[in-house]
Nanobody, 124 residues
Framework: QVQLVESGGRLVQAGGSLRLSCAFSGRAFGTYGMGWFRQAPGKGRDFVAVITESGGSTHYADSVKGRFTISRDNAKNMVYLPMNSLTPEDSAVYYC?????????????????WGQGTQVTVSS
């Protein structure tokens, strides 16, 4: 059974930075593509970033390119999302997700496991 636990969300001022973390528990972390999604109040859960199993490839939503960087540590079963130059539009609950057997998963349905989310609030 896979469990994902996000951490690092908090209130931050516009222009600031945060680093989100996701702890993976279960077997075979290195066989899962790992993604981050976010959901603002009243909106859908949107793709933010994904990193492939080995960490060799990453992809980002256009809205976060150049500001967010996804990484993983397969020795520690961890995924990270440093976020810079935050704006109020980045405020959302951020979810970590794990996808098995997908090339570069960007859609919600491609993911098999989800964390409970961590709240990021950016004040103007």
């Amino acid at each position: 059974q896979v469990q994902l636990v996000e951490s690092g969300g908090r209130l931050v001022q516009a222009g600031g930075s945060l680093r989100l973390s996701c702890a993976f528990s279960g077997r075979a972390f290195g066989t899962y593509g790992m993604g981050w999604f976010r959901q603002a109040p009243g909106k859908g859960r949107d793709f933010v970033a994904v990193i492939t199993e080995s960490g060799g490839s990453t992809h980002y939503a256009d809205s976060v390119k150049g500001r967010f960087t996804i990484s993983r540590d397969n020795a520690k079963n961890m995924v990270y999302l440093p976020m810079n130059s935050l704006t109020p539009e980045d405020s959302a609950v951020y979810y970590c997700a794990a996808a098995a057997c997908q090339l570069i998963p960007r859609a919600r349905y491609e993911y098999d496991y989800w964390g409970q989310g961590t709240q990021v609030t950016v004040s103007s």
